[in-house]
């Protein structure tokens, strides 16, 4: 089997600071790290390769940089590692992107053979869309099964496979053909510590490493900002709202009392509404 | 989100001295794709046609509802309440192999539809659904996609204004989708308001068929497994909403918020960072990569209110912030703040709200 494992090296966004005046992203010393949602795609493709052999290859679209965390995905395990980088690509939206790496994933399917499944995690933590896996599906012809709690079934003989996908109030059990692209649901697994073995080849690996040139793109004005039909115009802070919250003044009672009092004097029908809430349930 | 529509006006096209493409001129009216499953419309559906029928009257053109599904009585019905939400006019692709929601099929029903009538801007509710559509639809029409809109709008020259959070959520950011068409965006359940509904006739109905038979499609549904009742979380659409961050110190803690929670009959909630420390599960994250809430009351108890979390709960007729820190931006858009510790005030506030409420201090009020 060769599986294709798309992930992205995102700022680590628990230490994102915005600053004060100008309402920029102050990226300074901020750590960069894979995308916490493709780790349970790189599990799942793990998993899938130990059980029926075959190939993992983690590809990612960014600055050359990013080939920090491709070597982290070859330390748990991955076998090889992609890293899409030219200036071409630079201010992609989701379009562009998904037209830079399907057109990376046909290249690696003459470089390194055909996948049988493109891996993606179910969105990022940096954009939040969960619409680059849905394209790079549509632009490839691939079968998509988005939000996948668990693969129950693969048959690489017959080419098909049956997973589980998390709708809206329920499951559904779905079985489809190979070659397919899914995205996986968080906390469907654990992403593995990573056998000593893989680390010392990780440290030594060669990371493939292709301009827009060599990865096949052929329309330079379908990549980057260039190939972004969606413009950014305006980055702003929300304004404060006119009032700040009204502080509840305690000095000489019961904390909680004075809180209750405070809620029911500003809405004085809460109090009825909550008589009702509390008999529901 | 009432605010970014205060800061001003967005340049839109007027900036970029950019002419629409002869071949998208006459690309008109705002469409919203009506999610329906199992018989069930989804109530984001009925929230975008709100929206859809703002952008649609300063636009000056027609608001269309597009309902996908089997052929029966659901479909007609969920057209029928389309018109009472606003709809002019309503769109219907009906075939048994729509019965339930795959890709293959919906991406060709509603792209084939946009295709045929053309219009200027379509809404999708970012569901699991309509995002898994939503993403698929755009790449196959090569246009722009915004998702998870906090704020729509449209500028001075007809420019769909698509506002949302960017960077994790700690800045907003507006997106135009100028040279390609049609325009699209997705909203979460419950950032836009419910509509009234107006009982009304139905309008004109216009019928699309989809040209495909089961064995075009590949994709087989197997079973549907109904989440059970106990798992279901209705925080999206709770009265009351009880949600603890970290300020509470320790995962044991945040038994203090589920213990307000059910005093008061409340769903309870959390914000990222306890999802992230494994603290407490992912269906109740509140905040823009969460749920979003418009509850009647909304209690906050050690929650810091980063932008992203914001975005979730503006919506609530009422909030209540518990944070030891008088600074912390939570008490820039709470309606009452006090500024103490919630880990003493929690088990206090629970007691006191037990006390008022329980039928038996009723009781003793009335006698």
Known sequence: MHIVVCIKQVP????????????????????TIINPYDLFALEAALQLRDKFGGEVTVLTMGPPSAADSLRKALTFGADRAVL???????????????????????????????????????????GDTAQVGPGIAKRLGLLQLTYVAKISEVDPVARTIEAERRSEGGVQVLKTRLPCLITMLEATNEI?????????????????????????????????LKGSPTIVKRVFAPSARAEKAAF???????????????????QPKLEAELVVSARGF | MSEPTKAPA????????????????????????????????????????????KLADKLKVDLAAVVIGPPGEAVQHAAAEAFCYGADLAYIVADEVLTDYRNEAYTKALTDTVNTFKPEILLLGATTLGRDLAGSVATTLLTGLTADCTDLDVDADG?????????????????????????????????????????????????????????????KILSFIPDRDSAKSNLAYADIVVAGGLGLAS???????????AVLGAEYGCSRPLVQKGW????????????????????????????????????????????????????????????????????????????????????????
């Open chain 1, 192 to 224: 593995r510590r990573g056998a000593m073995v893989d680390a010392l080849r990780a440290a030594r690996a060669d990371i493939v490493t292709w301009s827009a040139k060599d990865a096949g793109v052929e329309d330079i004005s379908k990549c980057g």
């Open chain 2, 251 to 261: 995962p044991e803690n945040f038994q203090l918020v589920r213990g307000l929670a």
């Open chain 2, 10 to 53: 967005p340049a839109g096209r007027a900036a970029t001295k950019k002419e629409l493409p002869e071949h998208f001129r006459d690309y008109k009216h705002v469409w919203v794709f009506i999610e329906q499953e199992r018989g069930q419309v989804h109530p984001v559906s009925w929230e975008l046609m709100g929206a859809g029928r």
């Open chain 1, 248 to 266: 509840v003044d305690f000095a000489n009672r019961a904390p909680a009392e004075a809180l209750i009092e405070e809620m029911f004097k500003r």
């Open chain 1, 84 to 126: 899409l980088t030219d200036r071409f690509f630079a201010g992609a939206d989701t379009l562009a992107t998904t037209y830079a790496l399907a057109t990376a994933i046909r290249k690696i399917s003459e470089t390194f053979g055909a996948p049988d499944i493109v891996f993606t995690g179910k969105q990022t933590i940096d």
């Open chain 1, 12 to 31: 680590d966004s628990a230490q994102i600071r915005v600053h004060p005046v100008t309402n920029t992203i102050m990226r300074q010393g901020v750590p």
């Open chain 2, 159 to 219: 420019s769909l204004a698509a506002t949302r959070p960017t960077f994790g959520g700690s800045l907003l950011c507006t997106i135009y989708t100028l040279n390609y068409r049609p325009q699209m965006a997705t909203v979460r359940p419950r950032v836009m308001p419910m509509p009234e509904r107006v009982e009304k006739p139905a309008g004109r109905i216009i019928v699309h068929k989809l040209g495909l038979v089961e064995d075009d499609i590949v994709t």
């Open chain 2, 280 to 367: 407490v599960t992912s269906d109740r994250q509140i905040g823009q990569t969460g749920k979003t809430i418009r509850p009647k009351l909304y209690i906050a108890a050690g929650i810091s209110g980063a932008i992203q979390h914001r975005v979730g709960v503006e919506g609530a007729d009422l909030i209540v912030a518990i944070n030891t820190d008088k600074n912390a931006p939570i008490f820039d858009f709470a309606h009452i703040g006090i500024v103490t510790d919630a880990i003493r005030l929690l088990p206090a506030l629970t007691e006191a709200f037990r006390a008022r409420l329980s039928p038996h201090s009723r009781d003793r009020i009335a006698s």
